[in-house]
């Protein structure tokens, strides 16, 4: 007859320390991720092209002055978002807001107000998985609507005299 050898109990310090083990290696890896995540090549093509559109704003300013207040802007550029990743992409929402621009100055006050250059889309709360996505106005349309509503949208903007094209 074959005998088991009786269970081992585990100690609870044993527990501990693996937990502070187990912890110390997630706050390890979070802040390896956060270190690389800042040399990204990314980052800084994103810094120049807010820069871009910061002197590209400037230059049409002179031009034509914006036609409406900067919080109309972020108020569009978060109806914009919420039209395209919310609940049913809502074409009509971004069509009557592209009806709205009336000049370049507009545009980029759009564009400057979506983020800089770039807006997070979905959330990144999860440590090793990234499950947001940085995108630019025009990406976010061209991502979320076929490209005959992308067509109707520049032919609005063309019709306007916009230079901007999503």
């Known amino acids: 007859m074959i005998t088991k050898a009786p269970k081992q109990k585990i100690s609870p310090e044993t527990w501990i320390k693996l937990g502070i083990w187990v912890g110390a290696g997630v706050g390890v890896a979070f802040g390896v991720k956060k270190v690389l995540d800042y040399f990204k090549p990314e980052k800084k ?13 400037e230059k049409e300013k002179k031009n034509a002055p914006a036609s409406y207040a900067a919080s109309t802007y972020s108020g569009w550029a978060s109806a914009i978002a919420e039209a395209i990743f919310g609940y049913g992409a809502d074409f009509k929402v971004i069509y009557d807001i592209t009806n709205r621009l009336k000049n370049n100055t507009d545009f980029l006050m759009l ?16 440590v090793f998985y990234d499950t947001g996505r940085q995108y630019t106005l025009q990406q976010a349309i061209r991502a979320q609507y076929s490209s005959d509503q992308v067509k109707k949208l520049n ?4 019709r306007k005299g916009i230079k901007y094209r999503f």
């Open 155 to 158: 032919s609005v903007l063309q």
């Open 111 to 126: 564009q400057k107000a979506w983020g800089s250059p770039t807006r997070l889309v979905f959330p990144t709360w999860f």
């Open 45 to 57: 093509r994103e810094q120049t092209e807010t820069k871009q559109v910061e002197s590209e704003l």
